[in-house]
């Protein structure tokens, strides 16, 4: 028979470690809604203080980017401005926000803005992985205190599978949940080459505002994926997103 006291204090530990998770997560709800109130004041670089910490941590959501941009253009920095849009889109594929990229870079047509319905609901769950982490975490609340209740209660053996699984989906979505790996170009003008070498065969010459799907990275260069066709790109002429 299972030593009840042994898996009582295993879940006690499992449930202040995912409690403490949840407490962080309320702390960054209240730094945005800090910084959505800032915005509506129009104190707009205290905000963008706020919005650029909470981006840079991986924490957004597409209001908020649309924040961002609009700070961004306002300075007068569109390359910004144009990173937060092309985000944007992955969450919400507005039309508009191409339009407005197109403004932003001078550009009549734009590439790599294609985007599936499977690749859109895996950016999706990257995207909100936060929240569907604080969901998980709140059924394996529920779990390990019904538990801990029916064990009080009864002596018989108990089922942990429901417990076991839980922390299995939280370890998932937080280590293997990854969307595609995706840049936008922000130099101009910025030279597609055949091969990762000064001598490669030019394949484009673009300006910024085009995204490319990166498939792997080899020293100063990215292979992407351009116009169905493989490629490949300096590092420095693509950012992240």
């Known amino acids: 028979m299972p030593n009840v006291k042994s898996i009582f204090l295993t879940k006690l530990l499992i449930f202040l470690s995912i409690s403490l998770q949840s407490i962080h997560c309320q702390a960054d709800v209240f730094a945005i809604e800090k910084a959505d109130s800032l915005f509506n004041s129009r104190s707009y670089k205290e905000a963008m203080e706020i919005y650029d910490f909470k981006y840079q941590s991986g924490i957004y959501s597409p209001a908020m980017l649309l924040k961002m941009a609009f ?6 920095d569109n390359e910004r401005a144009t990173l937060y849009l092309s985000k944007y889109y992955d969450l919400d594929p507005n039309p508009q926000a191409i339009t407005k990229i197109k403004s932003l870079t001078g550009q009549s047509s734009l590439v790599g803005y294609e985007v599936s319905d499977g690749q859109r609901f ?3 769950l990257t995207e909100y992985q936060t929240y569907i982490v604080g969901v998980l975490t709140l059924f394996l609340m529920l779990s390990i205190i019904t538990s801990w209740i029916t064990g ?6 108990q089922t942990y599978w429901p417990t076991i699984l839980l922390i299995l989906m939280i370890f998932v979505a937080n280590n293997f ?20 070498t000064a001598g490669g065969d030019l394949v484009d010459m673009v300006e910024p505002g085009h995204r490319i799907r990166i498939k792997s990275s080899k020293d100063i260069w990215y292979e992407v994926e351009w ?15």
Not at 227 to 241: C, G, M, P
Request: hydrophobic share 30%; proline share 6%.
């Open 152 to 157: 009080r209660k009864s002596e018989k053996t």
């Open 71 to 76: 700070i961004a253009e306002g300075i007068g």
């Open 227 to 241: 116009k169905n066709e493989r490629a490949y790109i300096k590092k420095e002429d693509v950012t992240r997103l």
């Open 177 to 196: 949940l990854n969307g595609p790996r995706t840049g936008l170009i922000t130099s101009s003008p910025t030279y597609i080459v055949s091969k990762p």
């Open 122 to 124: 895996l950016i999706f």
